[in-house]
T-cell receptor, first 112, second 111 residues
Framework: AQSVTQLDSQVPVFEEAPVELRCNYSSSVSVYLFWYVQYPNQGLQLLLKYLSGSTLVKGINGFEAEFNKSQTSFHLRKPSVHISDTAEYFCAVSEITYKLSFGAGTTVTVRA | NAGVTQTPKFQVLKTGQSMTLQCAQDMNHEYMSWYRQDPGMGLRLIHYSVGAGITDQGEVPNGYNVSRSTTEDFPLRLLSAAPSQTSVYFC??????????FGNGTRLTVT
């Protein structure tokens, strides 16, 4: 069965500093991988997805993630964060089925 | 397009009451699902459906029922509400291999 582990529950970061959110997954088959963002009191929005092809995936708002099959990881990065990036971020994995499993989430707090 | 529409946005129930959370999508997605979101636990799958007339249990199905009579609608029923069901509920839909589209959530409080 698929599962996702987000290694950091809270990540405080200063404005204009880089940030990396770590995500590891377990699955015995090929997977699709996603990062979602949830701003306060809102639903979830897709940041980026890996379905196949290039292992470096670029998403919205300057975020990117790299799929590493040997390390079963899909870490999210942004080179320079803004106050508006304060949100909760969820990594998710789907095997070649419909079901999507989510990690517990990482709360990013950007400080001036 | 409206996308995924959830109603109501907020609900307060007393223990033992029943209610239905509504979810509708207009994207002709075959897959629909219900998640609950609790602090520190991410999103946990309650029930899902891969098409009209087909439903299955997720990680945390106890206390909830679903049905899928049409492609568009996927209501979630709480049969006898308990305080442990206080949560934020999200409905989501997708095509196979594509990202989930989420509704804006229903915040449920059971007293």
């Amino acid at each position: 069965a698929q599962s996702v582990t987000q290694l950091d529950s809270q990540v405080p970061v200063f404005e204009e500093a880089p940030v990396e959110l770590r995500c590891n997954y377990s699955s015995s088959v090929s997977v699709y991988l996603f990062w979602y963002v949830q701003y306060p009191n809102q639903g979830l929005q897709l940041l980026l997805k890996y379905l196949s092809g290039s292992t470096l995936v670029k998403g919205i708002n300057g975020f990117e993630a790299e799929f590493n099959k040997s390390q079963t990881s899909f870490h999210l990065r942004k080179p320079s964060v803004h106050i508006s990036d304060t949100a909760e971020y969820f990594c998710a994995v789907s095997e070649i089925t419909y079901k999507l499993s989510f990690g517990a989430g990482t709360t990013v707090t950007v400080r001036a | 397009n409206a996308g995924v529409t959830q109603t109501p946005k907020f609900q307060v129930l007393k223990t033992g009451q029943s209610m239905t959370l509504q979810c509708a999508q207009d994207m002709n997605h075959e897959y629909m699902s219900w998640y609950r979101q609790d602090p520190g636990m991410g999103l946990r799958l309650i029930h899902y459906s891969v098409g009209a007339g087909i439903t299955d249990q997720g990680e945390v199905p106890n206390g909830y029922n679903v049905s899928r009579s049409t492609t568009e609608d996927f209501p979630l029923r709480l049969l006898s509400a308990a305080p442990s069901q206080t949560s934020v509920y999200f409905c989501a839909s997708r095509l196979q291999g594509s990202p989930l589209h989420f509704g804006n959530g229903t915040r449920l409080t059971v007293t």
